[in-house]
């Protein structure tokens, strides 16, 4: 049985598929408000299995009674999750034989828990991988039976495209561990505790950017927090404060002589100086709208000009 959320463990799900490994059941979040309107809408996990005929179970809670026997009647030997987004509590990791595998996006033990992408990305770091481990009470405590780092530094990517290439890379090695695991040929290695880190979940106020701190900073949490919670800061337009999602940008020097958060041009585009250099801004959205370059964004905005960003 596999227990799985977003794109990643969608990633993860094709693999097996394509495997021959297509779980008995999906377990995934309930419908959650969505859009506009707030309409419920199914996690990607969940419209997935949809389009592959796959059982689909979505309890609100893990510990409730009638989900527990429903799993315990459909007789797992193996639950695999990934990227769920919830703590599997001991009466559910108890049911299956083979114990309960997880497929996590770092190079385990550093960045345990719910936002391993983003912590390595915002620490700087140049490598990370994939680990599969077998799940045990405690977040990410469990023994390794698996680990591959990932063949490109953490530099050249946004969150999207690590994502991406993280849950391949963890697709390819769960389908190899599976079967290894399943006939006892693989001994579980202890984690060193002593080395763990931990990662916070990321929330929305996170994507607000402080032009105090330097461009390099700033850019980085620009590429690993879109598109959630997004980057964000605020302008005035018509004399109200409005919110300006930045999207992509360039790091650049010339600064000296602006303000910190001081919007300014550079070779036609919106820049903003910040600590220790400035961004220049590539793509940006105002709230509620598309996003578009700087160039056309100042055709219709230029009063931002010299204003200081907040």
């Given at each position: ?65 009638s989900f527990l026997s429903s799993v315990k009647d459909l007789r797992p030997d193996l639950f695999v999750v990934a990227s769920y987004g919830k703590i ?75 994502e991406r290439l993280l849950a391949e890379l963890g697709g390819k090695l769960l389908v190899k561990t599976i079967p290894l695991w399943i006939a006892g040929k693989i001994t579980p290695q202890e984690q060193k505790h002593a080395d763990a880190t931990y990662t916070k979940k990321i929330l929305k ?106």
């Amino acid at each position: 049985m596999f227990f799985g959320t977003p794109l990643f463990a969608v990633i993860v799900l094709e693999a097996l598929k394509n495997e021959g490994l297509l779980p008995i059941a999906i377990i995934t979040v309930p419908d959650a408000p969505a859009g506009r309107g707030l309409n419920p809408a199914p996690s990607l996990s969940k419209t997935w299995a949809q389009e592959n005929a796959a059982p689909i179970l979505q309890p609100i809670k893990l510990k409730d009674e009638s989900f527990l026997s429903s799993v315990k009647d459909l007789r797992p030997d193996l639950f695999v999750v990934a990227s769920y987004g919830k703590i599997v509590p001991p009466q559910l990791l108890a049911i299956p034989p083979k114990g309960t595998i997880n497929v996590h996006p770092s190079l385990i033990p550093k960045y345990r828990g719910p936002s391993p992408i983003e912590g390595a990305m915002l620490a700087d770091e140049e490598k990370t991988g994939v680990t599969i481990l077998l799940t045990d009470e405690l977040m990410d405590h469990g023994p390794i039976l698996a680990q591959e780092e990932l063949n490109a530094p953490l530099s050249d990517l946004d969150f999207a495209q690590a994502e991406r290439l993280l849950a391949e890379l963890g697709g390819k090695l769960l389908v190899k561990t599976i079967p290894l695991w399943i006939a006892g040929k693989i001994t579980p290695q202890e984690q060193k505790h002593a080395d763990a880190t931990y990662t916070k979940k990321i929330l929305k106020e996170d994507g607000h950017l402080d032009w105090n701190e330097n461009a390099a900073v700033l850019s980085r949490k620009i590429r690993t927090l879109n598109p959630w919670p997004g980057t964000f800061t605020f302008w005035f337009k018509n004399k109200k404060q409005a919110r300006l999602i930045i999207v992509n940008v360039d790091i650049v020097s010339n600064s000296a002589d602006k303000k910190l958060g001081e919007v300014f041009l550079i070779d036609g585009q919106m820049a903003i100086a910040c600590g220790n250099g400035a961004l220049s801004i590539k793509n940006l959205r105002a709230e509620g709208k598309k996003t578009t370059s700087s160039e056309e964004f100042l055709r219709g905005n230029s009063s931002i000009l010299g204003q200081i960003l907040r």
